[in-house]
């Protein structure tokens, strides 16, 4: 006999004297035997993302006048021209306060010709032009020489060696051996630059690749003392005071960048940033309402989510988050209802649903211990599908540009769509023996083969 269309449970066996033994299938799920793939609430297996840029305008701007440009977030320095300067600064309303921590990463890309120059650094500065500092082109790399970046602190990426060999700049005069190098220096007139931290790259060794690589900056408000890691290369050096290396605790920060008569195309993309503190935190759930905790959700079934929104430092300033939802096609989210936004600190507000979708939900953190949270519910749409669809329901929020983003997804489940057991009638003596799950199988389309999920239950009778 062919059973289908059935759930799992269990197999009820009837043992009668000298008559035919039938396998019985009962019609039920068990989530104690069906929770094989964790099924249980999909709670805060969201992805946390630092920080990352949509766009780099929302923060920063280009050197006006010379050679860099923006394109949402890739920033190209130097375009593949000879004797260019460029560069990017932070706006003057999102200035660096070094008193408290600082990371920042990015995506480098150096060029695809090791014989080109010049190269790119890192910038944090006080210089009294603001963010419109920058000084020649050349092995100058934007950053020394008679207008060299003032009250700063540099990593520079130094893709020709200057020594005074080839085009009499000296820059490079304490860097042995002569070979492309990355550095933290002071900024100044020169003709040699001091290079602390120095890396140098072994003979035949290039930064020019035509590859992005990861870099990352990182400053210690506690040590006062700036990190840099490049592919492998490491780094750091503490200054001794704010006032004299900075002229005072806040700062611009970016990048500047040069060629001079050999030239290379020198690109990067911002992807992590925290600055003064701010470092939110963000946690998503997805919850089904019918309340069965096996992490699903059928066509028309309303599912309930949670936001939490934090921040991970006590030292953070004052700042604004506006937030949002974006959600998968599959629900329907005109059904978006019961939206309750609170604060731990008992304030509550009001948010309509095309706040919350169209992403104009302010969160007003005016203490870095404040945490936001938000709840809501929307409806599975009645003609989705297909059955194990993942559906993703993600939270965005945006800080002064910089984008934070968690997101959870709950399983469609297609009422009736139960797993197919095949089982074959038994026939035996008394006294026989035999195994009960001979020949029983069980598969569904969601799972696969799912007979190891069977449970058999003996029910003996006396005749």
Not at 201 to 210: K, V
Not at 372 to 384: E, W
């Amino acid at each position: 006999m062919n059973i289908k269309k059935i759930g799992i449970a269990t197999t009820a066996l009837l043992l009668c004297a000298n008559l035919p033994m039938q396998t019985h299938v009962m019609a039920a799920v068990s989530k104690q035997v069906y929770a094989t793939k964790a099924e249980s609430k999909l709670k805060s297996s969201q992805e946390e993302g630092q920080g990352s840029f949509s766009d780099v305008t929302d923060y920063f701007s280009v050197v006006p006048g010379k050679s860099s440009s923006i394109d949402k977030n890739m920033v190209t320095i130097t375009p593949n021209s000879p004797r260019q300067a460029g560069g990017l600064w932070s706006d003057a309303s999102n200035k660096v306060d070094l008193t408290k921590n600082f990371h920042l990463k990015a995506d480098l890309f150096m060029g695809t010709d090791p014989n080109g120059a010049d190269g790119m650094a890192f910038v944090m500065q006080n210089d009294p032009r603001g963010n419109t500092a920058i000084s020649a082109n050349g092995g100058a790399l934007g950053l020394y020489g008679g207008s060299y970046i003032k009250n700063a602190l540099a990593v520079e990426i130094d893709t020709y060696i200057n020594d005074g060999s080839e085009y009499g700049e000296t820059w490079d005069r304490d860097v042995t051996p002569k070979n492309e190098h990355i550095a933290i220096t002071v900024p100044g007139v020169g003709p040699v630059i001091e290079h602390k931290a120095l890396n140098v790259l072994p003979n035949g060794a290039y930064f020019e690749d035509g590859e992005f690589h990861e870099v990352t900056f990182d400053w210690n408000a506690s040590t006062k003392t700036l990190s840099y890691n490049y592919r492998g290369y490491t780094g750091s050096y503490q200054v001794q005071s704010l006032e004299d290396t900075f002229g005072g605790s806040e700062v611009f920060f970016g990048f500047v960048g040069t060629t001079g008569d050999r030239n290379n195309l020198q690109q990067l993309k911002i992807t992590e940033l925290q600055i003064n503190g701010i470092s939110p935190e963000l946690a998503l759930e997805i919850n089904d309402t019918r309340g069965n905790n096996n992490g699903k959700a059928e066509p028309s079934e309303t599912v309930s989510v949670k936001n939490t929104i934090s921040n991970a430092t006590d030292d953070a300033t004052a700042f604004k988050m506006e937030y949002g939802v974006d959600m998968d096609a599959l629900f329907d989210a005109d059904t978006v209802s019961n939206i309750v936004l609170t604060r731990n600190d008992g304030q509550t507000y009001t948010v309509t649903k095309e706040q919350l979708l169209n992403h104009q939900v302010e969160l007003p953190f005016d203490s870095p211990t404040n945490t936001f949270t938000l709840t809501y519910d929307v409806q599975v749409k009645a003609d989705a599908s297909p059955k194990g669809t993942m559906m993703k329901v993600s939270g965005i929020g945006k800080v002064n540009g910089v984008k934070y983003t968690s997101e959870n997804s709950i399983k469609l489940a297609i009422p009736g769509d139960s797993p197919v057991i095949t089982a074959s009638d038994k026939t035996l003596k008394k006294g026989g023996s035999f195994d009960p799950m001979t020949g029983v199988t069980a598969s569904d389309t969601e799972d696969g083969d799912v007979t190891g999920n069977i449970t058999v239950t003996a029910n003996d009778v006396n005749v």
